[in-house]
């Protein structure tokens, strides 16, 4: 089991930055991978940007504007965001992946509301 939870999530005007934090119980170096993932209303749950031993990848819609990092000695993932715009409102949610099975492991998510 791994337990994850997110925070820094809340309200900012076009334009502006936030940053994710994702708090994991186990060393993010015994993870396959950590990835942020969001979902509006309505939507699919999609990832964001991913962080793992072969780097960092990222969505295409995103790419340029957000940035994931990990700080090892806190078991953290960050996710800043930069220049956000309306259509990045979402739930914003974190998820460790184990290498054993593949299974992912889900936090409760953060809301981010990017007002225009």
């Known amino acids: 089991q791994v337990q994850v939870m997110e925070s820094g999530g809340g309200l900012v005007q076009a334009g502006g930055s936030l940053r994710l934090s994702c708090d994991v119980s186990?060393?993010?170096?015994?993870?396959?991978?950590v990835g942020w993932y969001r979902q509006a209303p309505g939507g699919q749950r999609d990832l964001v940007a991913r962080?793992?031993?072969?780097?960092?990848d990222y969505d295409e819609s995103v790419n340029g504007r957000f940035t994931i990092s990990s700080d090892n000695t806190r078991n953290t993932v960050y996710l800043q965001m930069n220049s956000l715009k309306p259509e990045d409102t979402a739930v914003y949610f974190c998820?460790?992946?184990?290498?054993?099975?593949?299974?992912?492991?889900w936090g409760q998510g953060t809301q981010v509301t990017v007002a225009s």
């Open positions: 998820a460790a992946r184990i290498h054993y099975d593949g299974r992912l492991f």
């Open positions: 962080v793992s031993s072969s780097g960092t």
């Open positions: 186990r060393n993010i170096t015994s993870l396959n991978a």
